[in-house]
């Protein structure tokens, strides 16, 4: 609950602060300078709009799981408007000075934004653990699909592979956290990552599933050919996620100057 107030002040405040302030020597860039800088929001659109973790968690705490299409259509009409006005806000007010963290663009920082700021962390401390708990069911559930399961599903070896995982898990997102200077590197990477569950890991479930049900009929034919379509689009958009953070962090380019809306 608390993360979502967080996340509501803030859709809130960035609109308020434009139509309160509205600066007028912002410089404002209304197309990219080459078409090829299209895929550079790529990783940041599937990171935001990558909810396949919390799904499951929320599909199970449905009273009425029957519900779940129309909560799934609900949520990302939502998140759409929620992320249009905040990055149409957002960029209008600062242009192409604009932070990786909105927040921190504002400068000096008003008590206003302060209080955004505390929420966001907030919010971030509640999700944690959600996402940490389905993280360490993903991979607690491939360990046991190995050749030793009969060892790894034994009372005391799993009290201390959770242990582990969680350990690994919370240290590594501190040290990510404390090293990374801002916050679109992360995204970079994660949105690859996010690429994997938004296509590759669909189109194969329901690749499998057809698969495993197999009756000649054209219902079947094209289920697999989305399926083989959505592998396709995950494994383009993941690996050219990828180099474009490899070869950005290599070249260690200043792209502060080349922001587009």
């Known amino acids: 609950m608390l993360g979502v107030l967080a996340i509501i002040y803030v859709v809130i ?17 209304k197309s990219p300078e080459s078409w090829t800088d299209i895929f550079l929001v790529l990783p ?37 408007l929620s992320y249009c006005s905040v990055a149409i806000c957002g960029y209008l ?11 921190m663009s504002y400068q000096p920082i008003p008590s206003v934004v302060l209080i955004a700021i505390i929420m966001v962390a907030i919010k971030t401390y509640t999700a944690y653990p959600v996402n940490l708990f389905c993280g360490r069911t993903a991979i607690d559930s491939l360990s046991n699909e ?3 399961s009969l060892i790894t599903t034994d009372p005391r070896y799993s009290i201390k592979r959770r242990f582990l995982i969680v350990c690994v898990w919370f240290f ?52 697999a050919c989305i399926a083989i379509f959505y592998v396709a689009i995950g494994v383009f958009v993941t690996v050219l996620t990828l180099l474009q953070s490899l070869i950005a962090d290599i070249s260690a380019e200043d792209t502060s100057a080349t922001k587009t809306c």
């Open 44 to 80: 940041t659109m599937c990171f935001c709009y990558q909810a396949h973790v919390n799904a499951v968690p929320v599909f199970v705490s449905l009273k009425n799981r029957a519900d779940c299409i129309k909560a799934t259509i609900a949520s990302t009409i939502i998140l759409i």
């Open 13 to 29: 405040m960035v609109p308020i602060e434009y139509f309160t302030k509205r600066p007028a020597d912002v410089i404002v860039k």
């Open 172 to 223: 590594s997102t501190l040290a990510a956290a404390v090293f990374l200077p801002n916050i679109s590197i992360a995204i970079h990477y994660l949105g690859a990552l996010a690429a994997s569950f938004i296509f590759i890991f669909p189109g194969l479930c329901l690749y499998f599933h057809v698969d495993q049900n197999w009756v000649n009929s054209w219902g079947n034919i094209i289920s």
């Open 146 to 148: 190995t050749a030793a």
């Open 93 to 103: 007010t600062f242009g192409t000075k604009v932070d990786h963290d909105i927040l």
